[in-house]
């Protein structure tokens, strides 16, 4: 066993996990934070997808005991993404929201950068999050809408 120490919604979180458990394990059953998904456990379908760092991670392929950066799930990101979820509902981008968390998730990531973004750049973007329900558009629409009024002129690193 190792004990980690890990920054998760703002908070320091400490915990005893075997070298193999996934952040998305240590997540879901230590720390009670369901707000992820485990569904394919191989990084294929978005899911469980966190922020690591700022930056969008599929969870069930990285080890707990290798994080040093911040985390945050969809429940530490609730009040950035209020406006994100209410665009979602109003565009119909929820149906059995398996995926949800996981697109919003990703989603807060691009708007982050404040860059607005094509439907083409967004499909691209959102490649790794698989939604099996509503054929993609009105989740693309949902943030389309949302870049909208950005103008392009925050400098985006990376």
Known sequence: MAVIDINVNGKSRVGD???STSLLNFLRNELELKGSKDA???GECGACTVLVGGKPVMS?????ASVKEPVYT???LADEAAELRQVFADVGAFQCAFCTPGMVVRAIAL???EVPLSEDEIRYQISGNICRCTGYQSIVAAIREMTAGFDGSKKVSG
């Open 17 to 19: 996990v075997a070298p």
């Open 111 to 113: 708007l982050r950068d």
């Open 74 to 76: 969809i429940e530490g």
């Open 40 to 42: 394919c456990e191989r």
């Open 60 to 64: 069930c392929t990285v080890f707990a």
